[in-house]
C-alpha cells in the first residue's frame, strides 16, 4: 500500500470511530490532512467572531512549510492513535 493509499484509507476510517475525539486531535487531524492535501495554508484568517472557523485556521497554519509526505505520515500516526483510543 502506499502512502497515499494509506492515508485515504485512514482519513476514512476515522471518521467511523466509536467516540467523538477531543477538540485537540480533531484539530491535529484538520491541520495535517489539509497540509497533505493543498500544501501550505491559502485563504484569509477568519474573523475574532468565527472561533471554529479561526480554531481549524490556526491548526492548519501551524503546519506550513510541511511537505505533503511529511503531513501524510503524521497524519496516518495520529489517526491510528486516534483508532486505538476510540475504537471502530
Do not use: C
Request: glycine fraction near 6%; hydrophobic fraction near 40%; aromatic fraction near 8%.
Amino acid at each position: 500500500m502506499t502512502l497515499q493509499e494509506e492515508f485515504e484509507q485512514l482519513a476514512e476510517d476515522v471518521k467511523n470511530v466509536k467516540t467523538r475525539p477531543d477538540d485537540q486531535e480533531l484539530l491535529d487531524m484538520y491541520g495535517l490532512y489539509k497540509q497533505a492535501i493543498v500544501g501550505d495554508i491559502n485563504t484569509e484568517k477568519p474573523g475574532m467572531l468565527d472561533l471554529k472557523g479561526k480554531a481549524k485556521w490556526e491548526a492548519w497554519s501551524s503546519r506550513a512549510g510541511m511537505s505533503k509526505d511529511a503531513a501524510m505520515t503524521a497524519y496516518i500516526a495520529l489517526a491510528k492513535d486516534v483508532i486505538a483510543k476510540y475504537g471502530m
